[in-house]
């Protein structure tokens, strides 16, 4: 193993964001094409934001896209615990350190007062920002408060003047102007940590050396840098990621349905085109292939490929990946798959294996599957200018003769298999002498009310069975001849 390491680090919010995907599946694959360490950390310092059962869904989750930990609550390998609220001294006792050092200090102020601060600086138009009132409470001050028992939080201390800088390995030179840095709070009155403060302790601590995140956090690193030099810590490498937006630049949002591995996975996306396409909002291999499987994403992925440009999230696109990799599944699969969105919407009994071979090569996405196949249970309401087809040179009138002359061939089909209806089609086309389309296109219009469809007449005509063919021919006959 290289001495490389990345985490995953969730905040458990029930369920899976795409841009929580994404960081998960760069940090893995970061990991993995160096040789290095892939860890799992929980987040769950903020409590006001538990969600019952959302741990499940990122273990869950990572399993089953095959992102596998090497390193994570279920799997200590010394750096343990690896959940945030459980590592609670930790950070107390790092926090009183970082006041010894002179980096932070104790601040008492109610919550009173911070909000009628807060209201003072909006009145004057300005953000809000701690004024630093219990920066200079001298030691004794400050012993008589804990003394008392007096509810506290620590706050980071930041330079005033000057910038801070870093380098990032997607953005480049981050340089910031130190007189925007908060000084934060580090620790809460409950205990807890903030996230800016746990993150660097924690990365420090279980010696992550590459740290994979969100962009939203390139302006508050350089405070984070300010704790790392602060303790004396070596600065991991940091690699932020672009925002993931629609197309038009809005963000994905989880009430369009858009958002979360589970919204799409539960729409018949399948995990590995997810996989695919989600290494592909931010990183290119250069070139033209874009079909990888998780396997060839861990030997080719570099942190060079990834851009620092918006990643444009491209529904049409991620159909039709997603349309590849149902082509690429086992038959069987498929059909298996496929069932229980024919449960939806078919009750006949009809040949459901036949419809999936017919189906598997048109189908992007599992959700659209009752759409193309809801006809086999009943036709809709269509409109005859659907026999005319110019290229078939099919008209009203002529799909009329077509379909009237075709019932007596039908029914002459004892055995009804289809190639018993192909060829008994086939002769009576040749009798005709006329050209397929003249029979086949109102013969398929007629027994699915449909433009396109898996299959053609003669299969169609196969699964519905005989009698339902007949039927609906007849039917097509007098709806044809009630327009005329
Ligand atoms: N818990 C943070 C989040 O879910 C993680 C940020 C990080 O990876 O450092 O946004």
């Excluded at 959302?54 to 989750?61: K, Q």
């Excluded at 790092?94 to 009145?123: I, P, Q």
């Excluded at 804990?146 to 509810?151: M, S």
């Excluded at 002529?398 to 209806?421: G, T």
Aim: proline share 4%; charged share 25%; glycine share 8%.
């Amino acid at each position: 193993m290289s001495n490389i390491k990345t985490r995953f680090a969730p905040s458990p919010t029930g369920y899976m964001h795409i841009g929580n995907l994404r960081t998960a599946l760069y940090s893995y694959l970061i990991a993995k094409s160096n040789g290095g360490t892939f860890m799992l950390r929980i987040e769950d310092t903020d409590q006001n934001r538990f969600v019952e059962g959302a741990m499940d869904v990122i273990y869950r989750t990572l399993e089953l896209c095959g992102l596998n930990y090497d390193e994570g609550p279920d799997k200590d390998m010394g750096n343990g615990p690896y959940i945030q609220s459980q590592r609670r001294d930790i950070y107390i006792k790092y926090a009183k350190k970082l006041v010894e050092l002179g980096h932070a200090y104790y601040c008492f102020c109610s919550k009173e007062r911070l909000d009628g601060l807060r209201e003072e600086l909006e009145a004057k138009g300005l953000p809000y920002e701690y004024d630093g009132h219990c920066k200079n409470l001298s030691p004794e001050e400050i012993q008589k408060k804990l003394d008392a028992g007096e509810p506290y939080v620590i706050r980071q201390i930041m330079p005033k003047e000057g910038v801070s800088e870093y380098d990032d390995a997607v953005y480049g030179k981050i340089t910031i102007e130190n007189s925007t840095l908060e000084e934060q709070i580090l620790l809460k009155s409950d205990g807890m940590p903030t996230y800016n403060f746990a993150n660097v302790v924690d990365d420090h601590l279980m010696g992550v050396t590459h740290v994979v995140r969100g962009n939203e956090y390139i302006t508050s690193t350089p405070k984070y840098n300010l704790l790392y030099d602060a303790f004396g810590w070596e600065r991991p490498c940091y690699i932020h990621l672009p925002l993931i937006t629609k197309e038009g630049g809005k963000k994905l949002s989880k009430r369009e349905g858009d958002a979360s591995f589970e919204d799409f996975y539960n729409k018949g996306y399948l995990k590995d085109a997810i996989i695919n396409y989600v290494a592909l909002l931010g990183w290119s291999p250069g070139g033209e292939r874009e079909i990888y499987s998780l396997k060839e994403l861990e030997e080719i992925f570099s942190i060079k490929g990834i851009n620092n440009s918006p990643a444009v999230f491209d529904m049409a696109k991620f159909r039709w990946m997603n349309g590849e990799y149902i082509k690429m599944m086992a038959p069987e699969d498929f059909h298996k798959a496929a069932l229980p969105y024919y449960e939806k919407c078919l009750t006949r009994k009809l040949d459901l294996k036949r419809i999936s071979e017919l189906l598997q090569s048109r189908v992007e996405v599992l959700c659209d599957i009752p759409d193309y196949v809801d006809f086999f249970e009943n036709v809709c309401d269509y409109d005859v200018s659907m026999y005319v087809h110019k290229k078939m040179k099919t008209t009203v009138e002529s799909s009329l003769e077509a379909l009237q002359n075709v019932i007596p061939v039908l029914e002459s089909i004892d055995d009804w298999q289809e190639e018993k209806i192909h060829s008994a089609l086939m002769e009576h086309i040749a009798q005709k002498g006329v050209k397929n389309g003249i029979v086949l296109w109102p013969l398929r219009t007629a027994l699915s009310g449909k433009m396109s469809t898996p299959g053609g007449a003669v299969e169609i005509a196969y699964i519905i069975g005989k009698e339902e063919t007949l039927a609906r021919v007849n039917n097509a006959v007098n709806f044809i001849k009630a327009s005329l």
